[in-house]
């Protein structure tokens, strides 16, 4: 007779491994095409150091791309890089220092990778924040909207000659669902009247969709393409600036929930490697890939209209005085 001990234990491993294969499934397409598909490409990852970024440099690192991860955290940074060298064996991988909430730190990036690199392949605008009270950047912009789209829309555009000199190139936004929730305040854009944790990034997330399809519009005929990726629910930090995240509560109760229901790294990170290298999407612009590779229009909210992607871009570059 089989003891009841090794019953119940070949009863939960059973469990375990049905719930790893039903996670994965539900996890989506993984990008297959050839290993090195991404070889010597000159890529930018911003928020490299952490959750899809991250997941994203390490899907490309070992496709033997020429990584700059842009991070924040330099020490974290690095942390990471010596890992992927190590499991990659792909020595073309730099850690430069970039602070999307601080303008002067984004044009000392773009300085320091410019003296560095003759060209550039695909940016992708990763980074973001979510979950802050309300504070501002270095120059003065409420922090969500500082960090998720104008830090990347000063990025972007100190670097286009860059790319436009590397075209075919491409631009990556990423972007979340919750971007349908959005609405762009022109009354209260910095959030100084009343503040609201979702509302200010759901504003920042609608945000990048307006950003990238005025920049697909402004990139015809360039060579230059710009997309927005929707990974989907992905288990990251993202809510890492939250107080019930980092409690003991949501360490026993959420967290076990949010591994069960969200993808990982890796499979959060598909839509964006599609996006970045697919060779068939080398002309696809001003679209929004997510799960399963996708392809959307980028469809706006109600009461939001293209006009307002104008009004964005203009006041974008007045915030980052490049009027």
Not at 124 to 135: D, E, Q, S, T
Not at 153 to 179: D, G, H, M, Q, V
Request: with cysteine.
């Amino acid at each position: 007779m089989i003891p009841r001990r090794m019953l119940i234990g070949s009863a939960i491993g059973t469990c375990l491994g049905i719930g790893f294969l039903i996670k994965d499934y539900l996890g989506g397409k993984k990008y297959t095409y050839r290993t090195n598909a991404g070889k010597n490409k000159v890529i930018i990852i911003t928020g490299a150091n952490t959750g899809i970024g991250k997941g994203t440099a390490k899907e490309l690192a070992f496709r033997k791309a020429n990584l700059v991860l842009a991070c924040r955290d330099l020490h974290k940074c690095e942390k990471l890089r010596a890992k992927l060298i190590f499991s990659s064996k792909n020595q073309n991988i730099r850690c430069i220092k970039c602070d999307l909430s601080s303008q002067k730190s984004i044009k000392k990036f773009v300085d320091e990778f410019n003296q560095n690199y003759q060209k550039l392949d695909v940016l992708i605008n990763n980074a973001g924040v979510y979950g802050l009270p309300r504070k501002t950047t270095v120059d003065g912009i409420e922090m969500h909207f500082g960090v998720n789209h104008i830090g990347h829309f000063l990025l972007t555009n100190l670097l286009l000659p860059k790319l436009k000199e590397s075209a075919p190139s491409r631009i990556i936004n990423l972007t979340s669902i919750t971007y349908k929730k959005g609405n762009i305040d022109k009354e209260d854009l910095n959030f100084t009247k009343t503040y609201n944790i979702d509302q200010a990034y759901n504003q920042s997330k609608l945000a990048n969709v307006l950003f990238t399809k005025e920049l697909a519009k402004r990139l015809e005929g360039t060579g230059v393409t710009a997309n927005a990726v929707y990974p989907g629910v992905v288990n990251t930090d993202l809510m890492r600036h939250t107080s019930f995240y980092n409690s003991w509560i949501s360490g026993i109760a959420l967290k076990p929930i949010l591994w069960a229901i969200t993808k990982n790294l890796k499979q959060g990170s598909q839509p964006v490697l599609y996006a970045a290298i697919a060779p068939e999407l080398a002309t696809e612009s001003g679209y929004l890939f997510c799960h399963n590779f996708e392809k959307k229009e980028l469809v706006l909210p109600n009461g939001v209209d293209e006009s307002t992607a104008k009004w964005l871009w203009d006041v974008s570059m007045k915030w980052t005085k490049m009027l």
